[in-house]
């Protein structure tokens, strides 16, 4: 099962039913975990996923399964979550959905931006970065990455005491 064939036919049976359900299918991987598999779906969509999602999902997800027999009758657990912050952004719906996060950005020309997501069309993202912004085509980007912050400036409001008393 470990073939990339057999991902290719997971995500060609998957994707349309996980579109049915409101979201994108970003990946399939199966993995060996002793003498079970684990089958992990990951899904996303616009304004992110919640547990309801998920458990609809899976439940859509395991019904196209029963009726496939790519998965055999051995033993598997199916897992349904979405992206973790370390997902590359490699499509422009993944940067749209960081709009607003801190990236940084691989340029196929091998260098590297780092700043802020300002705006992500089709064809493009928006990056400010300290002193101006820029924007870059797709086509020259290789992958960006989410940069972990703990705390944004922007978000100051939000821990001060509101306490009128």
Known sequence: MGSAASRDHLMKLLEPVVAAEGLDLEDVSV??????????????????????????????????????DRMGSQPYTL???????????????????????????????????????????????VISLEKDERRIDFQDLAQGRVQVEFRRFDDEDDFEDDDEG
């Open 31 to 68: 993995t060996s975990a002793g003498k079970r598999r684990v089958l992990r779906v990951i899904v996303d969509r616009d304004g992110g996923v919640s547990l309801d999602d998920v458990a609809e999902v899976s439940n859509a997800v395991s019904a196209a399964l029963d009726d496939d």
């Open 79 to 125: 897992e349904v979550s979405s992206p973790g912050v370390d997902r590359p952004l490699t499509e422009p719906r993944h940067w749209r959905r960081a709009a607003k996060r801190l990236v940084k950005a691989e340029l196929r020309d091998g260098s590297v931006v780092e700043g802020r997501i300002v705006a992500a069309d089709e064809t493009g993202v």
